[in-house]
Structures are given as C-alpha cells and as structure tokens.
C-alpha cells in the first residue's frame, strides 16, 4: 500500500461528534521500522507523542495498529518500552475486523501503555516499539504492514479507536519470499511444442507462508496483449503434478487472489523454503506479441496495494513455418517445413526413414477452465471481474505494463 494512510482502517470508525486530529497542539510522530521479515527478527522504531499546548497533556492513550489485508492475531508479536533505558514490555493486541475479511484478518491494534499518556507543556514523550512476524496458520502476509499512531481515548469495548486528536503512519517492508521463473528460453519459438522451465518459491527462515494456489498471466505487449490472456489455441502453460507426473492445463488471464488456477499446495515439491513447481510453455504459429513489453507473470496478480508474491519475465518468440494452427503439446512432433529464410535445419525435423520422435508427456492432461473473452485493458478496468472485488477502504490500483496503465483491483483472500 503505497499510501496506506489514505484509509485507515481506524480512522474509518471516527465518528461525527469528534473531529478527529482538529487539535494541531498535538501531534505524534513515527521512526525507525524499516523492514520486517516473517520468522526472522525484530522491526524496531520509536513512536513520539509531543504537547505544543501551555498545559499538561492528560487523558490521553497512545493507540497503535498494524495493517496488513492478511495480518492476524496469531501472526504478530509486539512490545514496547517507556523511553530509551525502559525494559521491554508486551503489547496486549486486539483483532481488526472491519466487514472486509471473516476471522479478524484485517491488522491488529493496541492501547499502547494502556493508561493515560502525560506529556508536560510544549514537550514530548517517546516510546520504543518493536514488532515481528512470527508462524501461524494463516497465509501470508501478502502485503507491507502499515504502523499508525494515534493520540485519543482509549480503545473501546470492541477494540476499536472512536475518537483521536492526532495520527501518523508509516509502511513497513516485508521481505523473506523470493519466487523466480528459471529456465524459461530467451525466445521461445512458435513451432506448437512443449519447452520446459520452473518456478522456484523461497522463504528466509524455514518460514511457511501456506501458499496454495497461484496463477500465470501471460502479457503478450501492448496493442496485442489481453487482460484475459490469449486465445487458448495460441498459447498454453501446464504444470506438473510430482506425484505421478500428470500435467494440468492452467489459465493465463490477470485474476486476483481467489482465482489462481496453480495448485501450489498440490503441484510444488519440496520443503516449505524451498518449493518448486515444473511447468512448460507451447506457443502456435498465430501467436503475436508486442516486443516491446511482453512478460510472462506469475503469484497473485497486482490489484489493490503492494503484493509481495509475484514476479515476472520478459517473453520472446520466433515464428516457425509449419507449426500446427493450435496448441496442443502432447502432439507427436510434427514435420517442420524449412523457412523461408535460410536458417539452420531444426534438430528436432522428423528423421528420413524414421518415424517422428513423440515429445515425453505423461498419461493424463487436464485442461483448466476455457479462456473468458478477450477484452480491451481499458474494459476490465472499468468491469472487473468475479474476484477482483474491492474491499472496504481500499481504492483500485494502477499497474504499469511497460507503457500500458491497467487499472486493477483485487479481493484478498478470505481467512
């Protein structure tokens, strides 16, 4: 979340009888917090509370929260201390469920101290505050955590913040989960078959992120390119399931969370900080892209805010004569006619006088749901689709493909 301030969860709860952060003697202030990583440390800062009044600031709580669209109770550990020499105490978090998630999925929040904050006439007070994301059974977290503070009452009975005088924040980067797409050929060719690679899924700290499922969107550039991907005849991605090296036909559309067709919890071998997943790629001979910006994505695709899992690769391709009108890579290979360009005669050709060689492919290929209708970039942004809601408080974003802007939005995953 770029600005994740914007809509702050807590803020959305003020209600009209107070006008929050209307009293400009009051200000809070936060430091430090620069990246987190699941598993790992401590993300260390200071959280400032200043009285530019000519009275002592009494009554007042210090009131923290932490955002993340996937952050719950069970994935976070906080603690604070009262100035630089205090000892590190907990903070008693409560769940964030704004309507947006089932399970409190939405960030946790805490009164900080949980007593009245003084701060003397035209001083200031500061904490120190630390957090870290620790194993839990949730997935993710997918996004940066946003820190706010607020200077107000105390929490309410439901753990909510109704009123406040003063409120900052900051996003906190969260790193630990690396994915890359290796193998995939510099330029693939047109010529209908299979052409192998992999994607490899890493995590710092023997963290398990619980990720079940993922989807490709293949970008073929823009003025060619579709949100909903390519004509099924012109291109497929399968992935292979380990166990008995079945391969699955997998959609190649933007979709959000909820929509991938990568069954990763099934498909990737591997220990949790270490998966892997087998796929290949066919290209037919009516596939075009627009060289300029052609990627081959794959994770959760871009919507609302900063989505950790995902990563992309610039794709090429190379016309071959005599390629079948469509995919189909459990074809025996076929004859390849010579170009019409002089080039070097193709290894894979069909020998004289024997029978083509079939292209290693296992007993059973599932093909995924077929293609939805190609449409503009410009129409999906304005329609959507079935899981690329968005939820409360958050705005649709804007991802740049090379020089196209798509405005997207996505639906985070029900806890």
């Not at 107070?18 to 990246?35: E, K, Q, Y």
């Not at 205090?86 to 960030?107: F, I, N, S």
């Not at 069909?350 to 209708?373: F, I, N, Q």
């Amino acid at each position: 979340m770029a600005a994740a301030l914007v809509a702050s969860p807590i803020a959305l709860t003020a209600p009209a009888a107070h006008a929050a952060g209307t009293d400009p003697a009051h200000s809070v202030r936060l430091d430090g917090f620069g990246s987190v990583e699941p598993g790992g440390g401590w993300s260390e800062g200071t959280v400032t509370v200043k009285n530019d009044t000519d009275q002592p600031s009494t009554g007042e709580h210090v009131l923290v929260y932490f955002g993340s669209q996937m952050l719950g109770l069970d994935q976070i550990v906080a603690e604070y201390a009262d100035g630089a020499s205090g000892t590190w105490q907990p903070v008693k978090l409560v769940a964030q469920d704004l309507g947006g998630q089932t399970g409190g999925q939405e960030g946790t929040a805490a009164d900080l101290t949980g007593a009245d904050v003084e701060v003397q006439p035209h001083a200031e007070k500061t904490f120190k505050l630390r957090f870290k994301l620790v194993q839990s059974k949730q997935q993710g977290p997918w996004m940066d955590v946003t820190v706010e503070a607020f200077v107000g009452p105390r929490l309410g009975q439901d753990g909510q913040a109704k009123e406040w005088v003063a409120r900052t924040g900051r996003t906190v980067k969260v790193n630990g989960l690396t994915t890359t797409i290796e193998g995939l050929p510099q330029s693939v060719p047109a010529d209908g078959k299979p052409h192998p690679f992999k994607v490899s899924i890493k995590t710092a700290n023997k963290f398990d992120w619980h990720i079940s499922t993922a989807s490709f969107f293949l970008w073929q550039g823009q003025g060619v390119g579709s949100m909903s991907g390519p004509a099924a005849c012109d291109a497929e991605v399968d992935v292979q399931d380990p166990k008995d090296g079945s391969w699955h036909r997998v959609e190649l559309g933007a979709v959000g969370m909820t929509g991938g067709s990568v069954d990763v919890a099934k498909w990737a071998s591997g220990p949790v900080d270490d998966k892997v997943l087998n796929a290949r790629i066919t290209l037919g001979r009516n596939f075009k892209l627009d060289p300029s910006d052609p990627r081959l994505g794959f994770g959760y695709f871009p919507g609302a805010g900063d989505v950790l899992f995902w990563t992309t690769q610039r794709l090429a391709t190379t016309p071959v004569d005599g390629a079948p009108d469509c995919v189909n890579p459990n074809a025996p290979t076929p004859s390849v006619r010579p170009s019409t360009t002089p080039t070097a005669a193709p290894s894979t050709a069909a020998v004289p006088g024997k029978a083509a060689t079939p292209t290693a492919t296992p007993s059973v290929v599932k093909a995924a749901a077929k293609p939805s209708p190609t449409k503009a970039a410009s129409e999906l942004a304005d329609t959507g689709s079935s899981d690329l809601a968005v939820p409360a408080g958050i705005a649709a974003a804007l991802l740049a493909v090379g020089g196209a802007v798509i405005a997207m939005a996505r639906r985070t995953r029900r806890g």
